[in-house]
């Protein structure tokens, strides 16, 4: 850095230098610089300034002269920015100094004013909320958009039949809709829980100052409703101090990060050749350099990994607010980095999994004939004979597995289990039973609220379309 450069531009000191008489070590500046990645907040540091400058001038602490001139500098700083001229300089240390320094520059003195009864630390405060709450808003606005692609693929397969596994073993047919509407639940909770997060971080934390509040007759009402949050933070401590809106928005991300693994898993099982139920074109897939048969699901893959950077940006910000004292510390200044890298991972991901979403075609056969495999319509057979017979469960249960066995040792599945056979462990048994050994038959009988019927499947679809419209 150049000795100017690291000046003032009219007072011949960094920023803060006043009590200082010489220049901090190059590596003072390196551990301390966060120009380049607070960068980002330029637009919440503009429209906080904004906000300050418009309040301080009704409350007459400057005047409406130098309010003016303020206002035009910000604007200007703001088309600077759009056009790549403004210029991000190392020895300004952060956003907040920088906008400040570059307004001195364009504006002369009325700059030096707009920092009465403001602090960098209600500043940087008041901007990380407004990016992280419209890092929610974003969030939960794509979340939407992969719902109703699941929703899409759910409607065109609502009796589409699939096997549900527990253990990853076949267990009971289910429909595919049915299968990709529990994500559709899933996505609609991460969605609250970002507008639950959002809601109870929109309290503006601008006019706290350094940490106790200001003498000048400040309007924090006024700057709170200008920047769009419901009320100011009632205690000024607290509201240089707290990153928690931080910390719940990157636990939200990550439990949605968790779920997006989930169904980024399934995607990978469900192309291998082994399972065959559904494949994806070439626009979500990738080949190998060395093996020509090879269609790999990659985006499906790093969808499932992404969750690690967001859950490993939750653990650092969590790691970094434990045991602060009251109130502002510089190890807060390392709570941006982990927000910026989970949020844009987040909306990497649903956008890939949407499209993916979007892309994915079932094969019907190779899943229909899966779902009646592994003799997953035994608890039809043991319900039947509950139903018809009035047996215990437990008995049914044990007769019904009585015949799976036996059809193990024939080779044959559940309906191909000679009625003869069945007789012999339970001579009440009629060719009635066959009716709920065919899988669809098993699914279209699920009727409970929440099963998997495709009746109930399709009403469920049809909920959430209402709801999201
Ligand atoms: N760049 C700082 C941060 O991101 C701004 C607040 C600095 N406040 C201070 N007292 N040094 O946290």
């Known amino acids: 850095m150049t000795d100017d450069a690291s000046k003032n531009p009219t007072d011949g000191q960094t920023m803060w230098g006043g009590r200082f008489t010489a220049k901090p070590a190059e ?7 966060s120009i380049g990645f607070d960068r980002r907040l330029a637009p919440q540091d503009l429209a906080g300034s904004r906000a300050h400058c418009a309040m301080l001038t009704k409350a007459g602490v400057i005047s409406s002269e130098d309010g003016a001139k303020i206002l035009a500098g910000l604007d200007l700083i703001e088309q600077e920015m759009a056009s790549g001229a403004f210029p991000f300089r190392d020895e300004y240390e952060d956003i907040h100094m ?4 570059r307004l001195k520059e364009l504006i002369g003195e009325p700059a030096g004013r707009l920092h009465t009864a403001r602090s960098r630390n209600d500043q940087v405060a008041v901007d990380f909320r407004l990016w992280v709450r419209e890092a ?16 899409a693929k759910a409607e065109a397969h609502a009796d589409t039949l699939m096997p549900g596994f527990t253990h990853l ?8 809709g049915h299968h990709l509407m529990a994500y559709v639940e899933m996505f609609g909770r991460d969605a609250s829980r970002f507008a639950d997060a959002r809601a109870r971080m929109n309290e503006s934390p601008l006019g706290a100052a350094a940490l106790a509040g200001s003498p000048f007759p400040i309007d924090r009402h006024m700057t709170a409703e200008a920047l769009g949050f419901d009320r100011p933070t009632a205690n000024s401590l607290d509201s240089v101090s707290a990153r928690d809106f931080a910390l719940e928005a990157l636990a939200a991300a990550s439990i ?3 779920h997006l693994s989930r169904i980024a898993e399934e995607i990978v099982i469900w192309v291998t050749p082994q399972f065959g139920f559904v494949s994806l074109t070439d626009a979500f897939t990738t080949g190998s350099s060395i093996m020509p048969q090879k269609r790999n699901p990659d985006a499906a893959e790093l969808v499932r990994a992404k969750v690690g950077r967001i859950l490993g940006s939750l653990v650092s910000l969590m790691t970094v607010m434990k045991g602060l004292p009251l109130a502002y510390s510089k190890d807060m200044q390392e709570d941006k980095q982990p927000v910026f890298e989970a949020f844009d991972s987040l909306s990497l991901a649903l956008a890939a999994m949407t499209g993916m979403v979007a892309d994915l075609e079932p094969n019907r ?7 009646g495999a592994g003799f997953s319509t035994a608890t039809d057979l043991a319900d039947w004979l509950v139903r018809t017979l009035n047996m215990p469960f437990r008995q049914a249960h044990h007769i019904t597995g009585a015949a799976v066995k ?15 056979e069945l007789q012999a462990l339970e001579p009440g048994i009629t060719d009635d039973v066959y009716k709920v050994l065919a899988p669809a038959a098993s699914a279209a009988s699920r009727t409970s609220y929440g099963g998997t019927a495709p009746s109930g499947v399709r009403a469920q679809i049809q909920r959430w379309k209402d709801y999201l419209s």
């Open 365 to 371: 056969a190779r899943m229909a004939a899966a779902a």
């Open 406 to 420: 036996r059809a193990e040792v024939l080779g044959v599945d559940l309906p191909g289990l000679p009625l003869h």
């Open 169 to 176: 073993q076949p267990a009971q047919p289910v429909t595919f």
């Open 27 to 33: 590596l003072m500046q390196a551990i301390n610089v």
């Open 256 to 258: 949605c990060a968790t």
């Open 98 to 101: 920088n906008v400040e320094a």
């Open 136 to 151: 929610c808003d974003r969030s939960a606005a794509q979340l939407q958009q992969l719902q109703l692609a699941l929703l």
